[in-house]
């Protein structure tokens, strides 16, 4: 079943012109699919995702070939977020209809562990490509259970979401998309077993998991899952105040949620804040690891997140679903864990664990060539939390800058 009719979708893409320089302004809501919408049922049994959609009120206008697929537009794009990031040139404004300049590198393996079946991914994927002059990427899907799972249509965009955006942060790694057979817990550990497996196979590189759920009492037994050699491993931090696992995980990068701010007239950046609905806080289940002995304010349980990215709807990036319609605006943390998944990938250090890549972070914090603290906003229970100088729950240590300290 889609989302949305091809019809309704086409109605939003109806074409006019604007001018070149001038931001055209938006105004629309935030559509959350079912597959983000947490059950009481599914506490320690099922994970969600964690992707929102955002529908503009009025026709998306002036449709082009290369770049964002509609100009007039300040949403997010390879090249504008590499400029916010200093993946690439940094340019004044990082406008994303004006830079042209994507990120580079990356190398060895990203695999991307999702539940059912995305049956345009790899179409998808190379149009997604083309739109914005990447490289062609090296693609495969694999069903972790032998057999072509289901079909739901949330966690359709969910895969797009996540294949792309790691391609487009590491667009010389090999991508690889491993479906479990459901999104219940067992079917995606064995999907995750399958997935690090192939990056140790592959020399090593990072596994991507942008689902989670509430924490739960029996959380820490699925821990081992995600410990491989030569496996960085990434999970949301998730999208409604408190915290969610595996992102609690002390054996994964937490990837937090930001909020990137554009002038409404001209579309060039301003700032970047703590995405208010983002994932943070202390774990009520798993201890606090070693790479975080520094880090006082989380007491003797593990802190998220680890470091953020991006991931508010309404300031969020193009993802092509071309069976429910064409291209939408994605947000949540589900765009942070592929994203600096695909951003530790082209910094080319492959460290040998997921601790040891947090050890770096964690040892590299306070440096300001390498991460941009984000000191300001609030986020969390009853917006508790504040963006502070220094580790906060609301984004951890900050956001990437560059390629070095990771």
């Not at 580079?104 to 393996?109: E, F, H, L, S, V």
């Not at 699925?222 to 054996?251: E, L, Q, R």
């Not at 229970?381 to 504040?386: E, I, K, L, V």
């Amino acid at each position: 079943m889609k989302l949305f009719s091809v019809a309704a979708l086409t109605a939003l893409l109806v074409l006019t012109s604007l001018a070149p320089a001038q931001i055209r302004p938006v105004s629309g809501k935030v559509f959350t699919p079912d597959s983000s919408i947490e059950r009481p049922a599914d506490l320690g049994k099922r994970a969600h995702t964690n992707i929102h959609v955002f529908l503009p009120t009025e026709p998306m206008r002036n449709a082009q070939p290369f770049g964002p697929p509609f100009s007039g537009y300040a949403y997010e794009a390879p090249a504008s977020l590499a400029c916010v990031y200093h993946l690439a040139t940094a340019v004044a404004g990082c406008n994303p209809n004006t830079v042209t300049k994507n990120p580079t590198g990356g190398a060895k393996m990203i695999a991307i562990v999702d539940a059912y079946d995305a049956p345009n991914a790899a179409s998808d994927l190379a149009a997604f490509s083309t739109q914005f002059a990447l490289p062609a990427a090296s693609f495969q899907v694999v069903y972790a259970s032998g057999t072509k799972p289901a079909y739901d249509a949330g966690w359709e965009i969910e895969e797009s979401l996540d294949v792309q955006w790691a391609h487009a942060m590491a667009p010389n790694a090999k991508i690889v998309l491993v479906e479990a057979a459901s999104n219940s817990f067992t079917d995606l550990m064995t999907a995750e077993d399958v997935a690090s497996k192939m990056v140790n196979a592959a020399g090593g590189g990072e596994a991507s998991n942008s689902w989670g759920g509430s924490e739960f009492s029996g959380e820490t037994s699925y821990d081992s899952h995600f410990v491989k050699a030569n496996v960085v491993f990434f999970a949301s931090s998730g999208d409604s105040p408190g915290t969610i696992w595996p992102g609690t995980s002390p054996n994964v990068v937490s990837a937090g949620g930001t909020t990137v701010r554009r002038n409404p007239s001209t579309g060039n950046f301003m700032s970047e804040l703590p995405w208010d609905s983002a994932g943070g806080g202390v774990s009520a289940v798993e201890a606090r690891p070693s790479y975080q002995n520094g880090i006082t304010v989380v007491g003797n349980f593990r802190g998220v997140p680890d470091l953020s990215f991006d991931s508010n709807p309404i300031t969020g990036v193009w993802v092509l679903v071309s069976d429910q319609g064409g291209w939408y605006i994605v947000g949540g943390t589900s765009v942070a864990s592929p994203s600096l998944a695909g951003v530790i990938n082209s910094a080319g250090s492959f460290a040998a664990s997921t601790d040891a890549e947090l050890t770096t972070i964690y040892g590299n914090r306070t440096n300001t060539a390498d991460f941009r603290d984000i000191s300001g906003g609030y986020c969390g229970p009853y917006a508790g939390y504040s963006g502070v100088a220094g580790w906060d729950f609301c984004t951890g240590v900050g956001v990437d800058k560059g390629k070095l300290g990771k």
